[in-house]
Each structure stands twice: as C-alpha cells, then as structure tokens.
C-alpha cells in the first residue's frame, strides 16, 4: 500500500463513486444536450462535503489536502460525469484560505463550506435567446472617417 492508496482514500474514492453512480449517463447527456449546469450534481456534492473538502474542519470544511481533493475529481470524471462544476468550487476558496485574515476565514468560510462561493449559480440565459445587442461608442448616423 502506497501513501496514494490508503484505506482513508480508498473509502473516499468508494464513498464518491457511489454518490455519483445516482446520476447516471442519461442525466449528464441531458445536462450536456440542454447546455445545463448540472445543479442537481453540484448540490449533492455540496451536501455530502466533498466541494468544502480543503476548508479546515474547524470552518465547517472535510479538512482534507490536495490529494484528496484530486481523489474526488478524479472520481467524478471517472464516473462519466464532469468535474469543472466542482473544480472551482473547491479550489476557489484559496486566496481566501492563504491570504485572509482571521476574522474574514471566520466569517466566510463557514458559508462556503455550506454553499460553495457562498452563492448559487444564476440562470444562464436560454440558447434561443436572442443575443443582447452591443451599442457602439459611435453613432449609426454619424460620419465615418478615414485613418491614415
């Protein structure tokens, strides 16, 4: 057994696999057809603590390292499924974790152990949507000049 493979990490990797064997590759081809965020994925992962896995314990966080947070991803794409929804939300928290103060960890990372970035994701606009128009700096009527 190496220091990759220890009973702790197989666990993790078993306990993982089983959450993401609830969805299937129907759920993720549906999510990738309808260009989807797949909220339902993201939230489960939430909810089991895996996406708050680098946050120390002591915040609310799994406390666990960079393998193990590797372990976890790598897990979600050997699934079938995609791991980009979780990849920032469990590495973002970062800056905060190496370069907050005390009273900004207290404060905040509690919440995004919770609720990952302490948000939600906001609705992306529907494929046939027509495309918000751009306005130009310049003025359809005004003359246009030539540039040397």
Known sequence: MTVMDTPERQNLRAEVRALCQ???D???RRCDEERAYPDAFVEAMTEAGYLSALIPAEYGGLGLGITDAAIILEEVNRSGGHSA???AQMYTMGALLKHGNAEQKR????EIARAPCGCRRSPSPSRTQAPTPRTSPRSPSAPRTATA
Not at 107 to 110: A, C, D, K
């Open 85 to 87: 929804a979780c990849h």
């Open 26 to 28: 129907e759920y993720w």
């Open 107 to 110: 404060r905040y990372l509690p």
């Open 22 to 24: 609830k969805f299937d």
